[in-house]
């Protein structure tokens, strides 16, 4: 079975503070992990994903295998980027035909001017 | 361009009536997916079709059901509803390419009184 976890149900920072939202998954073949954000009154939208390696909005995050986790990161948080951001994991064998995504619960990231 | 589109955007309905929800994905896709979110949770894999075959199923009741159509647009049907039911339901399309970016809908917010 997959899973995953979000420990933090609401994130508060302040402007220009480094933000980290921590992912953690539980799946014991090799997992294809995901950051999707949805700003208010916005649909469900894909921020990154582990393969890319590419940093999205000044957000970055990296796969540690050991230690099962996807934690995102900013260096220095803007108001815009307040949202829900919810963590995702899929197999990685799946393929574009067989596709289900499994969510975390999500963290609502507030960040205060 | 036309992202994932679907109806109704609300509807409340009674305990043990039945629901069709309707989804339509972005040109050129092949895929849909149905997820349902529960309020405070983050989105729970219902069904994904694609080219008109289901490939995958979620641990939902037999009261759950969807289909896709030649155009590749589709439907998801509750019966005997629940007041557990109530929740958003998320479609999202993709290509079907392995590697593809899963595009979501502004979802259909379905109350069951």
């Known amino acids: 079975a997959q899973r995953v976890t979000q420990p933090e149900k609401l994130l508060s920072v302040f402007k220009g503070a480094p933000v980290e939202l921590k992912c953690n998954y539980s799946?014991?073949?090799?997992?294809?992990l995901f950051w999707y954000v949805q700003y208010s009154r916005q649909r469900l939208q894909l921020l990154l994903r582990?393969?890319s390696r590419e940093s999205i909005k000044g957000f970055t995050a990296d796969l540690n295998k050991g230690e099962t986790s996807f934690h995102l990161k900013k260096p220095f948080a803007q108001e815009e980027d307040s949202a829900m951001y919810y963590c995702?994991?899929?197999?990685?064998?799946?393929?574009?035909?067989?596709?289900?995504?499994?969510f975390g619960k999500g963290t609502l990231l507030t960040v205060n001017p | 361009d036309a992202g994932v589109t679907q109806s109704p955007t609300h509807l409340i309905k009674t305990r043990g009536q039945q629901v069709t929800l309707r989804c339509s994905p972005i040109?050129?896709?092949?895929?849909v997916s149905w997820y349902q979110q529960v309020l405070g949770q983050g989105p729970q894999f219902i069904f994904q079709?694609?080219?008109?075959?289901?490939?995958g199923r979620g641990n939902f009741p037999d009261r759950f059901s969807a289909r896709q159509f030649p155009n590749y647009s589709s439907e998801l049907n509750v019966n005997a509803l629940l007041l557990g039911d109530s929740a958003l339901y998320l479609c999202?399309?993709?290509?079907?390419?392995?590697?593809?970016?899963?595009?979501f809908g502004e979802g259909s917010w379905l109350t069951v009184v």
């Open positions: 999202a399309s993709s290509s079907g390419n392995s590697g593809n970016t899963i595009y």
């Open positions: 799946y014991s073949g090799s997992p294809e």
């Open positions: 582990h393969i």
């Open positions: 995702a994991l899929t197999p990685s064998n799946s393929g574009g035909s067989n596709y289900k995504l499994t």
């Open positions: 040109s050129g896709h092949k895929s």
């Open positions: 079709y694609y080219e008109k075959e289901e490939r």
